[in-house]
């Protein structure tokens, strides 16, 4: 981590205003134009090259990515997908000092049907990144996130990840790689012509009831994040990609790491901010851009003239305390403007972060998030605070009064049936009528039970009848299913299985 | 007394929205008896372009933190922030770098 030391000038160091027309730090000629970190004024020359340098530096220094692998890009339209995409050509053109070799496409997903844009709204951004990827001449897709409802079930089970392949190997796969083709890296496949398909009204409804299903922003903010990640996984897998890289830059991963912790992550902080992502198996999601902060990206942009699409997301023009993540980031980019060295110190800290293995040799599927697809967090201790919740959400129950206890049919609002019992212990954020729900039928119970904490209280917010579950996508619903009659059926036969896991 | 300045404004990364979702500005501010600084050049955006919210986009006498200053295409904060003496013709930028504008 050669940058570690760099941010740490005391704790407390406030911003300061350096003097006019500073010269660039690194070659003591150049007028300055931009300050990056704590102080250092860069030129554009040398803030180019820097730029470049730390994009290269990561994939060098983690050597996650074979010569010759298939690489999807998830391009947003936003500042740091359309840099992160900006820095593949840098690498893969042919004076480029240090090559790279993997062989990328691009992939954008089009959430306006789940943000409310119209469909000519949709069609200006999707033809503006066409002509954006076209120019690049790599493969691309266009994908409508309404296509999420037609997903199979198999996207949230993680699939056989490929044979561990050794440190060595990847020594023996550039040589073998370098000896095989030396002239071009890249040759792009036949352009592949994919505009957005057409989206049936119906599906852009379907999804726009599922989003609307959730009640806060912090929870909608969720579902979509989860759904987007799902489809980028199958059009991987479906496209032949093993990789997908994402543009979260630092400060994001900052606003992620701290909102995450808000929303009871925890136990997958290591994983939805780490540089790499295993949870899938086959595909691995990396997070190249995390060196950067927003600013050297909006900079670098600005300046090289790296196109850039905005679209609406649903934190748009919204205030700050509109969803846990607005919040945060809110938080986050204001302690950063007095000290500059916020963003990269809560970023530095997430890199020291690992979850504990679980005890149990392998996980199957049934010990991963029907929705994050992280292994499960809810096998905690008697002691903890998530065994405390549970038994503090039961008892508010039990003193529940019968007779305001709602049919499962019913479509009343929640929170009604708790509020006689004492509010207090249920009070909790996005629990509203969450504590009740369990009351429901079996069918939402047990999906609860097969997702992680914080999934769970994603589920919770969407409202606790069982109407607002099955807005879920098939894909889900069939895959709860199945873990379910799975389980039954190891009930069933538990007496006659040589080798049961310590509990079951 | 100073003369009137012609100055030219733009707005990116979704701060554009507050006005009207026009990136690009020509205006002409009127001449005043101290020469204009970038601190007063928000207090004229505010009261004469700014279309809704201005809380999204100033805080106190100050940009919002996450929104980034160019002037002539270098950060503000080598050329003195607010302080900055606007000079005839200047190109002032300003980006959003908040998720979702
Ligand atoms: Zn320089
Ligand atoms: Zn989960």
Redesign the interface.
Known sequence: MCQVDEDYHGPLQRAE??S???KCVKCKEA?????IRAGD?YCRGCFKEYFIHKFRAMLGKNRVIFPGEKVLLAVSGG?SSCSMLRQVQEGLSHNAHKKLRFLPGVVFIDEGGAVGQSVEERQRTVAELHAVFKATSFPFHMVPLEQVLDLPSSVVVTAASPSERAASAYKAAVDHFIQSDTTSCVTPRQQEETLLPDVQESHTHSLQQLIGSAKTLTAKEELLNTLRQHLLVHTARTEGYSKVMLGDNC??LA?KLLSSISLGRGAQLAQDTGFSDSRYGDIMLLRPMTEYS??E???YN??FRVPAV?T???????ADKSSI??LT??FV??L??DFPSTVSTIYRTSEKLQTACRSSSTEECWDRCLLCVCALDTAAENASAFKATLISEQLSQSKSPKATRPNPESTAPAGQCCSPAGGGDCGKAASDGGCCSSAKAPETAHLRSLLCYSCQLTIKDMGSNQSSVEHLPQYILSEAQRRRRRSQMRQEIRDFLLDEADEG | MAAPIAIHLEFGGGAELLFDGVKEHHVTLPSQSQPWDVKQLLVWIQRNLLKERPELFVQGDSVRPGILVLINDADWELMGELDYQLQDQDNVVFISTLHGG
């Open positions: 205003v350096p006019v027309s500073k007028t300055a134009a931009v300050v004024a500042p400060t994001r606003v927003a600013k990206i909006a900079y600005r300046m905005f609406a997301s649903l934190d748009t023009r919204t993540q607005h980031e809110s980019i204001k950063q403007a």
